[in-house]
């Protein structure tokens, strides 16, 4: 086992990682911006170095500096939880070149994940379904082949994409152009990777991820499916649940084998997530995520596995310990995200003083959160506050939990998602379960006609 | 910066300006500038070295006195100088005060313009953060 691990992150996942690392003995350093020096994953660390200003460019983003914290601290190892560097597989080779093992899967397999069009072909070679469409398509003229070949909708996608950016649903023919245009240039600005690919557009379908773990003996194993669906325009998710209601169990283990079956296939190594969209009895692979993902917990909380000690038992080489057979899925559990951000305009992120802060709890609730009353919310960075976790015996059981928890929970000073995320929970819809990654876009278009 | 984060980096600041001693002191860290100025009743007596060439001339008052902090802009490990500079010591102009060494690259650290050295913060072999008070000037 580790000595030392540097904990590559901010909020409320450096803190998870920071608990999991001391439940295994495990020492800490945080590192931190100079905008966030009085959070509490800083504090909680054993030891905490400033990298760098308030922008991520120049603090969680900064490699050098980042590598040299924990050089100097003695670590052996980086634990760089989800956004930010954890998928940068640049990253993860230098931490090895400097004797730092990054936890995490191999360099090259975070490469080929990261690559969606090379993804994509990886995963059909290996048998596993995915939407049709391209690979990737040089100018407008190519995508218009593709499109007319597979048939409109389509989705314009960038490569190297992620969280929405560098994605456009095209309908007809005559908005091909601007959208391929707009689509790269946004590719190009964010990810300095305009290389676009041309999938078909499944129209409505259920986003269902599939958790898995692999240690670097060979042994896989799935921790279920948690299912997505509610999500923002924007494609980020804001409630998100284990297991998926209302699936039929033999897609249920289709999606297990599917995933299990990939995750051998590409030589994968620790906690990773393969998500795919579902629509009626077809299933198709989006991309695989090669990281720990912001909704584990809904998974840890029916399977009684902590993923991130999994994470850091894997790196360190050692075995599972446990088998397909020995996991049990146990109830139902949603998260909820509390966000800094205003449902009311646009999910406009919100920054400022946390005047008051009260979290639930009490039986069935967990809290993953770093705020505190009068935290500061800087501007910079995701604006994540906290995820709310609810666990019961039934989806029904938990949801009624959940709707409690919010009930119980104060936010002051920025405007949350927590009442938002109240209404969305009582809606017939969405209690009746089973809704498309359409219903939250829907359900804002009905309120907006209604206002 | 948002006003709420140049607060928290004010008061980290803080301890080095009790440190020095000094009524006002300036960082630059990026595009901002902070300067931090004690309240005039909490000003303690001068900590102006007896010896040294300025000790000869009146001081200014602690209120009027200014120093200008050289922070790490780097993490890694300090060096000094060889002779190592020394509190007290004149500076006729920009020079090198000292090095940060991180993944052995060497970063020069400057003093910026000329002054006296008036606090030394950090020991050879010292691991530094990014913004962390190395030396003190008084301009």
């Given at each position: 086992?580790?000595?030392?691990v540097?904990?590559?992150?901010?909020?409320?996942?450096?803190?998870?990682i920071?608990?999991?690392?001391?439940?295994l003995?495990v020492?800490?350093?945080a590192i931190?911006?100079?905008?966030d020096?009085?959070?509490?994953?800083?504090?909680?660390?054993?030891?905490?170095?400033?990298?760098?200003?308030g922008?991520?460019?120049?603090?969680?983003?900064n490699?050098p500096?980042?590598?040299?914290?924990?050089?100097?601290?003695?670590?052996?190892?980086?634990?760089?939880g989800?956004?930010f560097?954890?998928?940068?597989?640049?990253?993860?080779?230098?931490?090895?070149?400097?004797?730092?093992?990054?936890?995490?899967?191999k360099?090259?397999?975070?490469?080929a994940?990261?690559?969606?069009?090379?993804?994509?072909?990886?995963?059909?070679?290996?048998?596993?379904?995915?939407?049709?469409?391209?690979?990737?398509?040089?100018?407008?003229?190519?995508?218009?082949?593709?499109?007319?070949?597979i048939?409109?909708?389509?989705?314009?996608?960038?490569?190297?994409?992620?969280?929405?950016?560098?994605?456009?649903?095209?309908?007809?023919?005559?908005?091909?152009?601007?959208?391929?245009?707009?689509?790269?240039?946004?590719?190009e600005?964010?990810?300095k990777?305009?290389?676009?690919?041309v999938?078909?557009?499944?129209?409505?379908p259920?986003?269902?991820?599939?958790?898995?773990?692999?240690?670097e003996?060979?042994?896989?194993?799935?921790?279920?499916?948690?299912?997505?669906?509610v999500?923002?325009?924007s494609?980020?998710?804001?409630?998100e649940?284990a297991?998926?209601?209302?699936?039929?169990?033999?897609?249920?283990?289709?999606l297990h084998?599917?995933?299990?079956?990939?995750?051998?296939?590409?030589?994968?190594?620790n906690?990773?997530?393969?998500?795919?969209?579902?629509?009626g009895?077809?299933v198709?692979?989006?991309?695989?995520?090669?990281?720990?993902?912001?909704?584990?917990?809904?998974?840890?909380?029916?399977?009684?596995?902590?993923?991130?000690?999994?994470?850091?038992r894997?790196a360190?080489?050692?075995?599972?310990?446990?088998?397909?057979?020995?996991?049990?899925?146990?109830?139902?559990a949603?998260?909820?995200?509390?966000?800094?951000?205003?449902?009311e305009?646009?999910?406009?992120?919100a920054a400022?003083?946390?005047?008051?802060?009260?979290f639930?709890?009490?039986?069935?609730i967990?809290?993953d959160?770093?705020?505190?009353?009068?935290?500061?919310v800087?501007?910079?960075y995701?604006?994540?506050?906290?995820?709310?976790?609810?666990?019961?015996?039934?989806?029904?059981?938990?949801?009624?939990?959940?709707?409690?928890?919010?009930?119980?929970?104060?936010i002051?000073?920025?405007?949350?998602t927590?009442?938002?995320?109240?209404?969305?929970?009582?809606?017939?819809?969405?209690?009746?379960?089973?809704?498309g990654?359409?219903?939250?876009?829907?359900?804002?278009?009905r309120?907006?006609?209604?206002? | 910066?948002?006003?709420?984060v140049?607060?928290?980096?004010?008061?980290?600041?803080?301890?080095?300006?009790?440190?020095?001693?000094?009524?006002?002191?300036?960082?630059?860290d990026?595009?901002?500038?902070i300067?931090?100025?004690?309240?005039?009743?909490?000003?303690?007596?001068?900590?102006?070295?007896?010896a040294?060439?300025a000790?000869?001339?009146?001081?200014a008052?602690?209120?009027?006195?200014?120093?200008?902090?050289?922070a790490?802009?780097?993490?890694?490990?300090?060096?000094?100088?060889?002779?190592?500079?020394?509190?007290?010591?004149?500076?006729?102009?920009?020079?090198?005060?000292?090095?940060?060494?991180?993944?052995?690259?060497?970063?020069?650290?400057?003093?910026?313009?000329?002054g006296?050295?008036?606090?030394?913060?950090?020991?050879?072999?010292q691991?530094?953060?990014?913004?962390?008070?190395l030396?003190a000037?008084?301009?």
């Amino acid at each position: 086992m580790f000595k030392k691990v540097l904990i590559a992150n901010r909020g409320e996942i450096a803190l998870r990682i920071n608990r999991a690392c001391h439940e295994l003995g495990v020492a800490t350093v945080a590192i931190f911006s100079d905008a966030d020096r009085l959070s509490l994953h800083v504090r909680h660390a054993d030891e905490a170095f400033c990298v760098g200003p308030g922008p991520v460019m120049r603090s969680y983003l900064n490699i050098p500096n980042i590598i040299s914290a924990a050089l100097i601290s003695g670590c052996d190892a980086i634990h760089p939880g989800y956004g930010f560097l954890a998928e940068n597989a640049r990253f993860a080779e230098i931490a090895a070149d400097h004797g730092l093992t990054f936890i995490g899967p191999k360099p090259a397999v975070i490469n080929a994940m990261g690559d969606k069009a090379t993804a994509k072909r990886l995963m059909q070679d290996a048998g596993i379904p995915t939407t049709p469409g391209s690979g990737i398509v040089a100018s407008v003229d190519e995508a218009r082949a593709v499109c007319e070949q597979i048939g409109y909708p389509v989705l314009l996608k960038a490569t190297a994409g992620g969280g929405g950016k560098g994605m456009r649903a095209v309908t007809k023919p005559p908005e091909l152009p601007t959208a391929f245009a707009t689509a790269q240039a946004e590719a190009e600005a964010s990810f300095k990777d305009g290389r676009m690919y041309v999938e078909k557009l499944i129209v409505n379908p259920r986003h269902i991820e599939v958790q898995v773990l692999a240690d670097e003996h060979g042994d896989v194993v799935h921790l279920g499916e948690r299912d997505c669906s509610v999500q923002k325009p924007s494609h980020q998710k804001l409630i998100e649940e284990a297991p998926a209601p209302e699936l039929d169990p033999a897609i249920r283990d289709r999606l297990h084998d599917v995933a299990t079956t990939a995750t051998r296939a590409v030589g994968y190594t620790n906690a990773g997530t393969l998500e795919f969209l579902v629509h009626g009895d077809d299933v198709y692979f989006m991309e695989m995520n090669t990281r720990i993902q912001v909704e584990h917990p809904v998974s840890e909380l029916i399977y009684g596995v902590d993923l991130v000690k999994e994470q850091i038992r894997i790196a360190a080489g050692e075995h599972l310990g446990f088998s397909q057979e020995d996991l049990h899925a146990h109830g139902h559990a949603i998260e909820v995200r509390v966000n800094a951000e205003d449902p009311e305009n646009n999910f406009a992120p919100a920054a400022g003083t946390l005047s008051t802060v009260v979290f639930p709890g009490g039986p069935g609730i967990r809290v993953d959160t770093h705020v505190y009353g009068g935290a500061i919310v800087p501007p910079f960075y995701d604006s994540l506050l906290a995820k709310i976790i609810a666990v019961g015996r039934t989806r029904e059981s938990a949801i009624l939990r959940m709707e409690r928890a919010l009930g119980e929970t104060r936010i002051e000073g920025v405007k949350t998602t927590v009442d938002f995320c109240r209404q969305l929970l009582g809606d017939p819809e969405f209690r009746a379960g089973g809704i498309g990654v359409g219903w939250l876009p829907a359900f804002l278009d009905r309120r907006a006609a209604a206002v | 910066m948002t006003e709420d984060v140049i607060a928290v980096r004010a008061r980290a600041l803080a301890g080095a300006l009790a440190e020095a001693g000094f009524a006002r002191l300036r960082v630059r860290d990026g595009d901002t500038e902070i300067e931090l100025r004690r309240a005039p009743s909490t000003v303690p007596a001068p900590l102006v070295p007896a010896a040294g060439p300025a000790a000869a001339e009146a001081p200014a008052t602690p209120a009027e006195r200014r120093a200008d902090l050289i922070a790490s802009d780097v993490v890694g490990v300090l060096r000094h100088q060889r002779p190592p500079v020394a509190e007290g010591q004149e500076l006729e102009a920009d020079r090198e005060l000292a090095s940060v060494e991180t993944l052995g690259i060497r970063n020069p650290v400057r003093s910026r313009g000329g002054g006296r050295i008036v606090a030394v913060f950090v020991t050879e072999g010292q691991p530094v953060e990014y913004g962390q008070p190395l030396f003190a000037i008084e301009r």
